[in-house]
């Protein structure tokens, strides 16, 4: 998620100063491969790049591919075969085993609009839909990077086969729906186009309820992978915008009314680290109720079993949302290692993923078993 919340900031800053550029957008897979579809590289005419694709391997050839695409201003989609035991170049070199689909485009007016359509869904935290034609054949009236963004019954189009819209439009629809992002073919009788549709998320929005000085390094590890920080204290020198600078917000509220001054969705997590046994009692009687993706609680499991105790005399009851002693078990010890764990527990529960050893896992490991 930062990567691409940077890629959209580069992108303004070359707008303002009006510099030619590319994107390339991984937008289809077989096989192995080190990055899922959807990742995205910013390409500039003076040799600078945001983003990656895959693990450094596609860079520099989909680099130069790119200033052609930046002179004819046309679309093109390159496919790389990394399956090949006796290609040098991109078998033995790359020894991903996948096969890869590059879309790159030049940062036109019709990309700027898929640009802005995103940061906007960042921004408000909604979800949203991009179908982008990635292949065509033998069809006259559409083009490589032609699109369909759809949010909030917002539809942008600017597909020119109407039956390929209500199609398209059709299975954007459900790919909102689903929250999936999907890659779909038409056979027209105008001829065979294939479509990515991709699912824009929200960026994860975790609140910290507590301001202690194992909180700085999960504020950071956090920020790092562009999630929005909140955090929260009742101790006015401890919760300050100078010690938490990489938090997105700092606010100091009692415990009993921290909901008054946050927005929970389907995207938010929480993790109650307070050090003070009453105060996370106070936050956890509105939190628990509130559904939450991701709730941890920091702290020996005897003193969250006393807490949850407590509360389940007052009518509020525990469900499997719920991780305490917060974190994985990678052996952590101090407040860097701590903030490691807790992190990680987060990506894996809102992936959907055991956090088990990627030794162990048969299926790829860019797809949900």
Not at 118 to 136: D, F, N, P, Q, Y
Not at 156 to 178: C, F, G, H, Q, W
Request: glycine residues 6%; hydrophobic residues 40%.
């Amino acid at each position: 998620m930062k990567e691409l919340k940077n890629i959209i900031s580069a992108i303004e800053d070359l707008e303002n100063n009006y510099q030619i550029s590319a994107i390339a957008t991984l937008v289809k897979v077989s096989g192995s491969t080190y990055r899922s579809p959807g990742a995205r590289m910013l390409m500039t005419a003076d040799g600078n790049t945001i983003g990656a694709i895959s693990g450094g391997c596609l860079e520099s050839d989909v680099f130069e591919k790119a200033q052609a695409v930046i002179k004819s201003e046309k679309p093109i989609l390159i496919k790389y075969d990394t399956t090949s035991e006796e290609d040098m170049i991109w078998g033995l070199g790359l020894g991903c085993q996948g096969i890869a689909y590059v879309l790159i485009e030049s940062l036109d007016k019709n990309k700027l609009q898929e640009i802005a359509f995103i940061k906007k869904c960042l921004s408000t935290r909604t979800h949203g839909a991009i179908a982008t034609v990635i292949s065509v054949e033998d069809n006259s009236q559409s083009q490589i990077g032609q699109r369909l963004l759809l949010g909030n019954n917002n539809i942008i189009n600017n597909l020119k086969d109407d039956k390929l819209v209500t199609e398209v439009l059709s299975d954007t629809k459900a790919a909102l729906r689903d929250n999936k992002s999907i890659l779909k073919e038409y056979n027209l009788e105008t001829g065979k186009i294939e479509v990515f549709i991709e699912v824009i998320q929200p960026p994860l929005s975790l609140i910290i309820c507590g301001a202690g000085y194992d909180v700085l390094p999960l504020v950071n590890f956090s920020q790092q992978l562009g999630w929005d920080v909140t955090v929260i204290d009742n101790r006015q020198r401890e919760v300050s915008k100078r010690r938490f600078a990489q938090a997105d917000k700092t606010l100091l509220s009692a415990p009993d009314e921290i909901l008054e001054n946050i927005e929970i969705t389907e995207h938010t997590a929480a993790v109650v680290m307070s050090h003070n046994y009453l105060d996370d009692l106070d936050m956890l009687k509105l939190l628990i109720p509130s559904k939450l993706k991701y709730l941890g609680i920091l702290g020996p499991k005897k003193r969250t079993n006393r807490i949850l105790e407590e509360l389940q005399a007052e009518g509020i009851t525990s469900d499997a949302s719920i991780y305490s002693p917060v974190g994985l078990d990678i052996g952590a010890d101090n407040a860097e290692e701590i903030a490691l764990s807790i992190v990680s527990e987060i990506q894996a529960v809102t992936s959907q993923r055991n956090a088990g050893f990627l030794k162990n896992r048969n299926a790829p490991i860019h797809v949900k078993e």
